[in-house]
């Protein structure tokens, strides 16, 4: 992954833009040779590969992806919808460890994330949707788990992301206790968040995780220093 990928400070590039660049350069190709092989502007293609607000129409991305010797489904990631890790690991990479600030903005991203608990059977992971709000994780869950959660002595929380294509990723591991949300005020002002799982069903019981150690990793690809 580029260093700027793991930086909060830094808008990150779109995952297109990304797998531009990282094929043109598998490739040996500049910028200007990319852009002329393709019959397009290369002022244009080199903010495209540095801009998060750069677009491509579908006309320019099949001449793109000609040059490049492969096609928009894979430019696009499309190829990724198979089994996430069965990727080749890249030259130049490293795994590095995120900071404290790192590990917050991709929480802060909310989505989907996994509550790690122990059952009588063993351990269990739970997918969830989640809010990062208050320097909390919250999501909500049926009265049984969220009986059994309460009850933890401390519970985990995982997110993360994979790029096959790219043989990059990055994970946040969040450790700490779990309590269910009762005081009728915390209640209403998290219910806002609109915590609705998609599975459906009744789960309605607010959780909260409060974090206790937050760490992360991220594969970093440390580009050649003769690369554009």
Known sequence: MSPSAGSPSASPVTDLARRVASRRRERGLSVDELAAAAGIDPGYLAYFERSPDANLSGGTLLLIAMALDT???ELLGGTTDTQAGRGRARPHASLNELTAEQCR???SANGVGRVVYTTPRGPEALPVNYEFTEGQVVFSTDDAKASRLAAADAVGF???RVDDVLSEGWSVLVTGTCRRVQDPDEVQRLASLGLEPWAG???HALMAIAPAETT????????PPDED
């Open 105 to 107: 903005t991709h929480l």
């Open 71 to 73: 096609s928009p489904r």
């Open 216 to 223: 992360g990793r991220v594969i970093v690809h440390q580009a």
């Open 158 to 160: 995982e997110i993360d």
């Open 201 to 203: 069903g009744d789960r």
